[in-house]
């Protein structure tokens, strides 16, 4: 899987009475349970055109940087919002799209 970083975080007390016991029954721990939970709902969340949009739009705001949308989102998606990234901030284009719809 490659490095791992710890992680602490408050969960309510249930949720991790139902991972623990998740975890018994699947015969592994607790850590593998709730990566597996995240795992899964990170893929289920980029999959959604309104998550990835949220994402772009955090990207071409500068709010994320390029490393961090291809983390969530995959190398070739990141590729493509560096290129409209690229197209929106070109002066020459924007004129050009101005000048189009004053037209």
């Not at 991790?16 to 998740?22: G, N, S, V, Y």
């Not at 029954?25 to 709730?34: H, M």
């Not at 999959?47 to 961090?68: P, T």
Request: charged share 40%; proline share 1%; net charge negative.
């Amino acid at each position: 899987m490659g490095s791992s970083t710890r992680v602490h975080f408050r969960a309510p007390e249930r949720l991790i009475e139902r991972a623990d016991a998740l975890a018994i029954a699947e015969g592994t721990n607790r850590t593998d349970v709730l990566v597996e939970a995240l795992r899964e709902y990170l893929d289920e969340a980029t999959d959604e055109e309104r998550v990835r949009q949220r994402i772009a739009n955090a990207y071409y705001e500068d709010r994320l940087d390029f490393e961090q949308v291809e983390a969530i989102v995959g190398v070739e998606r990141a590729r493509n919002y560096r290129v409209l990234k690229r197209q929106l901030t070109d002066d020459r284009l924007s004129d050009e799209l101005a000048e189009a719809l004053d037209e």
